[in-house]
């Protein structure tokens, strides 16, 4: 199989998303449109990506720094074809296949993205181009084909009649927004493409037409699910995604094992990874790159942020959040509580209302809370501070920071301090 490459699209300003980001960033599932676009590709064997930015492309740079790719700026915002063109350079010695994607289009797979290039590679065609058939085309541009079905264009749906040029226009055919190149082909074809009159924009989609007049060979890969063709264009699109993605994700987790008691009150963003046994109650929501491991209990009611990770029989239950946390094998924190930038050992309970106070207004600080601890309801813990294994906090207490609790020890009240045997053991008299 020929080298492959990827050019992402990713200049548009998205007006009608009503956003000072470029629409590319706009965010999706807790995370950048385009971020699904670049993971499709790499989990498609596609290292050598190029982005092609325009408006905001400094915020694109950096949303994207880091990350191994190219971003170029496409000088004037002339369309989709002069955006292409803007990559001629880059690829001037590349004779491989070009994949070009649309960062408003991320709910296409890389199972998809396989099978568009192997059947691009297989017939050896020019172009090779996503579509699906859809009961309804809306606003999308729809496929034609001349009386051998062989495809001849694409054709915006503001100009769809029932014959065009002799060509026949299948009313459910749309184009999905991906397409495969000859890389020497594609630039030499987006070199033909002519300014659209009315817009004044170079299209891609004309490159279609360019092929077929010139007798090239143009083939389509009708895509089974149909979701993969929803362009993103406005916050309402950008609600359907999210809810597509969510049956994706939801779905996906249910498979593997884990119980998932009201879907529909429940927010779990893509990237995150659950173990088996697993029970999500309602009205959780859990953030990207959270990891859960098997057997644990989660919610009603909880919200699990970025860089959370529960080992397993872990439980977080109501009205508890935590953030940059680990929670320890069998701990548990069922009750009204907030656990930031704190690591959590095993068989640890953490009572109702335990707060960690992780931020002193400039930096944010670290507790560490050794096994088998018990940390009594309505425990402030001031960080940075650590509690030693098996040992106890009185309720209400307040561990202030740098007051490290021992191992096996008892403390009490505001400020935290050690209770004495003396104290601990004496019998009250009546």
């Known amino acids: 199989m020929k080298k492959c490459a990827a050019i992402i699209l990713a200049a548009g300003k998205g007006i009608r998303m009503k ?15 385009i971020d699904f676009l670049i993971n499709a590709a790499r989990k498609s064997n596609i290292s050598d990506i190029l982005v092609v930015g325009g408006y905001g492309i400094a915020l694109l740079r950096e ?23 803007e990559a001629a350079t880059r690829f001037k010695n590349f004779n491989g296949i070009i994949l070009v994607l649309y960062a408003d289009t991320p709910l296409i797979t890389s199972t998809t993205i396989k099978a568009m290039i ?25 496929i034609t084909r001349d009386e051998k ?34 890389a020497k082909k594609l630039f030499k074809g987006l070199s033909c493409i002519k300014k659209n009159k009315v817009k004044g924009e170079y299209y891609l989609t004309d490159i279609i037409d360019y ?34 993605l969510r049956n994706r994700i939801t779905d996906k987790l249910l498979s593997s094992g884990v119980t998932i008691k009201d879907i529909e009150s429940t927010h779990i963003e893509e990237g995150v990874k659950i173990g088996r046994e697993t ?11 959270v990891v859960i491991g098997s057997y644990c209990k989660i919610g009603p009611f909880a919200h699990l942020r970025r860089g959370t990770v529960l080992a397993k029989g872990a439980c977080v239950g109501n009205y508890v959040e935590t953030v940059r946390s680990s929670i320890g094998q069998g701990s548990r924190a069922k009750h009204h509580s907030y656990i930031g930038d704190t690591d959590v050992g095993k068989g640890v309970n953490i009572g109702a209302g335990t707060i960690t106070a992780n931020y ?7 507790t560490i809370i050794r096994d088998q601890a018990f940390i009594g309801s309505g425990t402030t813990i001031v960080a940075p501070v650590e509690i030693g294994k098996k040992a106890i906090t009185g309720a209400g207490s307040v561990v202030v920071k740098g007051k490290n609790v021992l191992p096996g020890s008892i403390v009490v009240g505001v400020p935290a301090r050690p209770l004495s045997s003396k104290n601990r ?5 009546y």
């Open 149 to 182: 079905r062989n495809i001849c264009g694409i054709i915006e749906h503001t100009d769809i009649t029932s014959t065009i040029s002799g060509h026949q226009t299948p009313k459910t055919e749309i184009n999905a927004g991906a397409y495969c190149f000859n």
């Open 279 to 289: 029970i999500i109650y309602p009205f959780v929501v859990i953030e990207r790159g």
């Open 118 to 142: 192997k059947k691009h590679t297989n017939t050896r065609a020019d172009v090779t181009l996503l579509s699906a058939e859809v009961s309804d085309p809306k606003e999308y541009g729809r």
């Open 425 to 429: 053991f004496k019998k009250k008299k």
């Open 19 to 33: 956003s000072r980001l470029p629409k590319a960033l706009c965010r999706l599932s807790g995370r950048p449109m």
């Open 211 to 244: 092929f077929y007049e010139k007798g090239g060979k143009v083939n389509s890969y009708i895509t089974k699910d149909v979701d993969e063709a929803l362009g993103i264009n406005s916050r309402q699109d950008l609600h359907a995604a999210e809810g597509i």
């Open 63 to 85: 949303a994207l720094a880091g990350q191994e790719l190219k971003i170029i700026r496409q000088k004037r915002l002339l369309g989709s074809a002069d955006a292409v063109k």
């Open 360 to 366: 002193d207004g400039k930096h944010k600080n670290r």
